[in-house]
Every structure is written in structure tokens, then in C-alpha cells.
């Protein structure tokens, strides 16, 4: 099987065109120490397609062998008390919905382990998480009795413990045989009704929203309500509710064991259709009209924000179009003197504009707009100001 010719949920072969963006660093957050290595860093290409069957959205260029982690990489989320409340309502309302006090959870894929001190707060009696990213790294989330972390990527047979669920949070998307780990869970619980919890980024909202730059190589698999229930039932799982949360932005499933549904295609297909259409087009408007602007620019241009859409826009511009970009602007120390991968630009530090006098500040997060544009005042600048979309 393989992602350029079939569906990685209902092995479809009708595959429609969604979305290109040519030659995008493989790992879009990773800074590098000088442009020379910068512009070597790996590099791929996002073929977005959709399935013709079952609405499931994929990148069929993508090649798990491209995604090898350089050391120094940081995947876990960034706890904001927004998130924090999220999480907490999330572990309690499981715990409660699926009478886990007293039982044991099996996290996969459980980051610092964040969760499972959460679930262990709410009155689980083990929280047992893998996740390789963890090896040789402290957590501060398993001093409470009955938590632990193994730094392990999860295999099925590990499941030789007890268990009476099971979460997966952010795995989903970055795994190109994902129908392989529903089908080891499902192997894994037998007979039992075992309630299982998954959330992804909710790919119905990015296509609604338009929020391009969204699509990074790092994620093969965009998820739509239709495309997950598919999943869910075809494994062996049937879904008590697919819902959105945090701000639309995350897509949460909560299944019961069950008997697998071979056959299974969700309802809603019709309409991710329609919506990955109309974001194809507006996606590739918005490109063009950047590739013309920048083109046509007499002078110098920066973007303010060196994280994954700074980076991906400027990478997804093309040379031409890049040519007048001479820096990434960030507030982080950390990100200084480093090189944006694939493009190679410096990330400065924002005093360094006034060397750079930039003629055009492009702002790659519309909530920070009114922040960066009395900074850049403040450094006695004038320049034009764009907001990038999406
Ligand atoms: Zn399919």
C-alpha cells in the first residue's frame, strides 16, 4: 500500500487533487545554527489529496523516512492557560463520563505527560503513558502515585497490562498507517468494552477557515468528523460522539469497543468535498496574490513571527517571490542568530529592523497586530504593514 495511490483509511483508489506546496522543510519549527545548513535542511513536498470514498484528506508525497528528528526538537504543546483549562475539563469529564476512578488508563503518545497527571488528579489509579520523545527527559508530571511515562514508541503488546482506557491526543495525524494502530488497539482489547479517547487537529476547520498554513509535512493525515468515523468503525470502534473543541481548532472522538465495520463510509463526504474545493481555491488565490505582491516590491520586506507559518509561508513563496525577504522577526532570545530551514533567513531580534529598514512588515499572527506595529513605531519606523491570512 502506499499513500500516492491509495486511502490509508478505506484503501480507496479515487484520489482528487486538493493542494500543493512544493519543496517544504520536512520539521518547519527546527532553526538552524548557519544559512548553509539551514538551506540543506530536508526538505518535501505536501500533495494534498482527498479520498473520492470516504473524504479522507492525506499527503500522498509524504515519506516517513524524510522524518528523522534532529536532536533539540520540542513537540510538546505550549501549556497557555487557555490550553490548561482545556486539559483539565478534558481529563475531569472523561474520568466522569467513563467511571475511571479507581481504573487504569493507558495514554499513547503522552508527551511530558501532562494528561496523565490530570487523569491521576481526577482519581485514576494508573496512568501509564509512551511516548519516545521522553527518553533520558525528566517530567515534572509523575511525582503522583501511580503515573509513569515510558519513553517507548507504543506497540500493542506493551497493552499486557491493565487497562480500562485508553487516550491518544496529536499522534493520529503525523501516522501514515493509522488504520495499523487502531486495528493494534482494537486486537488489544478483546471482548471488553473498553472506551477509547482521541483528538487530532480538526481538518474541518482548517478547510472552513482557510488556515493554509496549517498544512505542514509533518502531518500526512488531515482529519474530518467523516474521515475519523470511518476510521473508528472500519477498526472496530464505534464512535459515541465526534465533536470539536477548543475553538473548533481540535477534533475529539470518544468510541466504545465494538465489531469492526469493513465496509463503513461516514456520512458528511459530500460536504468535506465541497469544503476542500473552495479552500483549494482560496488557498492558491492567497498564494498568488503574495507572489505578486512581493514580486512587484522595490525594497526590503521582514516577517514578524519565526514560528511554523512565518516559516512555511516564506518557504511556500518560491525564489522569486522570496527575493526580497531579509529576515524573520521574534521576540524568543532562544530563536536569535539562527536560520529559518529551506529559506535560510537570519531570525533578528526586533532592534535589528533598524539596520534592516524594512519596507514592508508582514505579520504572520493577526492577534499580536496592534503589539507589532507600536513596537516597530517605537523603533522610529514606518514602514507598510500586511497581515498574512490563514
Ligand atoms: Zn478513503
Redesign the pocket.
Known amino acids: 500500500m502506499t499513500l500516492a495511490t491509495q486511502?490509508?483509511?478505506?484503501?480507496?483508489t479515487d484520489l482528487r487533487p486538493v493542494f500543493t506546496l512544493g519543496n517544504v522543510p520536512v520539521i518547519c519549527n527546527q532553526l538552524w545554527p548557519d544559512a548553509q545548513a539551514a538551506r540543506a535542511a530536508p526538505a518535501g513536498d505536501v500533495d494534498l489529496v482527498r479520498?473520492?470514498?470516504?473524504?479522507?484528506i492525506w499527503n500522498a508525497a509524504f515519506d516517513p523516512d524524510r522524518m528523522v528528528y534532529a536532536p533539540g526538537y520540542e513537540n510538546a504543546l505550549h501549556f497557555s492557560p487557555r490550553f490548561q483549562e482545556f486539559a483539565k475539563a478534558l481529563a475531569a469529564g472523561l474520568v466522569a463520563r467513563h467511571g475511571l476512578a479507581g481504573k487504569h488508563i493507558v495514554e499513547i503518545g503522552c508527551g511530558d505527560g501532562h494528561m496523565l497527571d490530570l487523569m491521576a488528579q481526577n482519581g485514576v489509579a494508573t496512568a501509564t503513558g509512551f511516548d519516545p520523545s521522553m527518553a533520558g527527559k525528566p517530567s515534572p508530571f509523575t511525582a503522583r502515585d501511580g503515573v509513569s511515562i515510558v519513553p517507548e514508541y507504543f506497540r500493542s503488546d506493551q497493552l499486557d497490562r491493565p487497562f480500562d482506557a485508553i487516550l491518544c491526543r496529536h499522534v493520529l495525524e503525523h501516522l501514515d498507517t493509522p488504520m495499523d494502530l487502531m486495528r493494534d488497539i482494537r486486537a488489544a482489547i478483546g471482548g471488553r468494552s473498553v472506551p477509547v479517547y482521541f483528538e487530532v487537529p480538526n481538518a474541518g476547520w482548517m478547510l472552513d477557515a482557510v488556515s493554509m498554513w496549517d498544512v505542514i509535512y509533518e502531518h500526512v493525515g488531515y482529519w474530518t468528523a467523516p474521515?475519523i468515523t470511518?476510521l473508528f468503525r472500519r477498526a472496530g470502534f464505534q464512535p459515541q460522539t465526534v465533536s470539536a473543541g477548543y475553538s473548533d481548532q481540535f477534533l475529539m472522538v470518544e468510541a466504545l469497543s465494538a465489531d469492526p465495520d469493513p465496509d463503513a463510509?461516514a456520512q458528511g463526504t459530500a460536504a468535506v468535498a465541497a469544503s476542500a474545493e473552495a479552500f483549494a481555491a482560496a488557498a492558491n488565490a492567497e498564494l498568488d496574490k503574495w507572489r505578486v505582491r512581493l514580486s512587484a516590491l522595490q525594497g526590503r520586506a521582514v516577517i514578524w513571527g519565526a514560528g511554523s507559518k512565518g516559516i512555511t509561508f516564506a518557504n511556500a513563496l518560491g525564489a522569486r517571490a522570496a527575493a526580497p525577504l531579509a529576515a524573520l522577526v521574534d521576540l524568543n532570545p532562544r530563536k536569535h542568530g539562527l536560520y529559518a530551514p529551506g529559506i535560510a533567513l537570519p531570525v533578528v531580534a526586533p532592534e535589528a529592523l533598524v539596520a534592516l529598514a524594512p519596507d514592508l512588515v508582514l505579520i504572520s499572527n493577526a492577534a499580536y497586530e496592534s503589539e507589532i506595529r507600536a513596537a516597530v513605531a517605537a523603533l522610529g519606523l514606518s514602514p507598510e504593514f500586511d497581515v498574512i491570512a490563514g
Open positions: 486511502c490509508p483509511v478505506c484503501a480507496g479520498c473520492g470514498s470516504c473524504a479522507m474521515a470511518t463510509i
